[in-house]
């Protein structure tokens, strides 16, 4: 839970010093309002690798889950590979 809060809290500071950091070059005249919706090929780039990274931390984490719960039963007891039931509860594997 201390991982997420600080991510999130990590996020919301580089949040804010680009929103500042935009808010200070449209006071100043370097860009216009129009300038924020418009894309590059840079900030394109930037994006689909930001998108291709999360996509491939979620397929991680799919992965890992499901090899965890393959390795565990429903009661929460470790089960070795060659066991069909569980000798906890009694049901049978995954």
């Known amino acids: 839970m201390k991982r997420c809060i600080v991510i999130l ?5 580089a949040g804010a010093a680009v929103l500042a950091y935009n808010f200070w070059a449209f006071c100043c005249g370097r860009c216009t309002l129009g300038h924020f919706l418009i894309f590059g090929p840079f900030e394109k780039t930037m994006i689909g690798l930001v998108l291709f990274a999360a996509l491939c931390l979620v397929a991680i984490k799919v992965f890992r889950r499901r090899k965890l719960a393959s390795n565990h039963c429903r009661c929460g007891e470790l089960l070795s590979d060659n066991w ?4 906890e509860c009694g049901s049978p594997r995954r």
């Not at 809290?9 to 500071?13: A, E, P, Q, V």
């Not at 069909?84 to 000798?87: D, E, L, R, S, V």
Request: glycine share 12%; charged share 0%.
């Open 9 to 13: 809290l990590l996020g919301s500071i």
């Open 84 to 87: 069909a039931f569980c000798p």
